[in-house]
């Protein structure tokens, strides 16, 4: 049975920080692709960033140059590190996998101006 579990959000000021970790099982982690999404109140999940079991990793633009997407294959974790917060990165942050298209149950994350 595949599990994703999100912990990290919380409320930080602008400018602040957060990591968001995802702990994940029931599935091969090196194989899969995972990834972070989000979505904000009245939009639709939108991709933050992903990174395969081994290459290049992928960020939207809007979090380019402040977030930073991790994975530890031993620990079958993947990790956001966000810096730079700002409001508008106001969302319930997803975890994701490849592996059957899986989500954790989110975990949110409220940037005060």
């Avoid at 194989?31 to 960033?49: C, H, I, N, T």
């Avoid at 620990?75 to 996998?97: F, G, H």
Wanted: glycine share 12%.
């Amino acid at each position: 049975q595949v599990q994703l579990v999100e912990s990290g959000g919380g409320l930080v000021q602008a400018g602040g920080s957060l990591r968001l970790s995802c702990a994940a099982s029931g599935f091969i982690f090196i194989d899969s692709v995972m990834g972070w999404y989000r979505q904000a109140p009245g939009k639709q999940r939108e991709l933050v960033a992903t990174i395969p079991g081994v290459g290049r990793t992928n960020y939207a633009d809007s979090v380019k140059g402040r977030f930073s997407i991790s994975r530890d294959n031993a620990k079958n974790t993947v990790y956001l590190q966000m810096n730079s917060l700002q409001p508008e990165d106001t969302a319930v942050y997803y975890c994701w996998s490849s592996w059957s298209g899986s989500w954790g149950q989110g975990t949110q994350v409220t940037v005060s101006s």
